[in-house]
């Protein structure tokens, strides 16, 4: 069965400052791969998602990953925090064998100080 | 238009209730899920349906009953709450014809249910 690390648990850094957030997986073929945001009292937001090709993946709100094999990770960056970026995040992980659902990590939460 | 809704937002109860959360989806998909998400943040898989059907189960106590009357609709009736079901629960649905862990995974903002 797949499984999901997000090493850190909380994580702060200044606003426009650079960020990256670590994720590892653990799955025996080619998984899918995603990173969701979550911010306060809200429900969870895809940001970004590698199922094949290009392992470096553009998401929404300058958020950027990478799928490196030979680490088995996916991890986030974005260039320049903003304040807004403030938020839990979550990666997952889901296999290409029917009706398995994804697998999330723990999350990280990031906080953007001025 | 909101395209996952969950109903209530918020839910306080006593011990040995039954209560319920509604889930409707505007997107067209066929699968729906339920998650728990803990004090602790972590989001874990209880259900999910395609086209009304069940087709994940995980280890979920038999007092959480899932509901799909069409394939817009998944509810969560939950009998004799526990203390240990506090948590928010997200109701997600994702794209027809894919296999449910594959799509992309759209959620509701959650219904926080307090258990006292």
């Known amino acids: 069965a797949q499984s999901v690390t997000q090493p850190d648990i909380h994580i702060t850094v200044s606003e426009g400052a650079s960020l990256e957030l670590r994720c590892n997986y653990s799955y025996g073929a080619t998984p899918y791969l995603f990173w969701y945001v979550q911010s306060p009292g809200q429900g969870l937001q895809l940001l970004l998602k590698y199922f094949s090709g290009d392992t470096l993946v553009q998401g929404i709100k300058g958020f950027e990953a990478e799928f490196k094999r030979s680490q088995s990770s996916f991890n986030l960056r974005k260039p320049s925090v903003h304040w807004s970026d403030a938020a839990e995040y979550f990666c997952a992980v889901g296999s290409h064998s029917g009706n398995t659902p994804l697998v999330f990590g723990k999350g990280t939460r990031l906080s953007v100080i001025a | 238009d909101t395209a996952v809704s969950q109903t209530p937002k918020y839910l306080v109860t006593q011990m040995g209730n039954d209560k319920s959360i509604k889930c409707e989806q505007n997107l067209g998909h066929d699968t729906m899920y339920w998650y728990k998400q803990d004090s602790k943040k972590f989001l874990k898989i209880m259900f999910s349906?395609?086209?009304?059907?069940?087709?994940i189960n995980e280890t979920v106590p038999n007092r959480f009953s899932p509901k799909s009357p069409d394939k817009a609709h998944l509810n969560l009736h939950i009998n004799s709450l526990e203390l240990g079901d506090s948590a928010v629960y997200f109701c997600?649905?994702?794209?027809?014809?894919?296999?449910?862990?594959?799509?992309?995974?759209?959620f509701g903002e959650g219904s926080r249910l307090t258990v006292l």
């Open positions: 349906y395609n086209n009304k059907e069940l087709i």
């Open positions: 997600a649905s994702s794209q027809a014809g894919l296999a449910a862990n594959t799509g992309e995974l759209f």
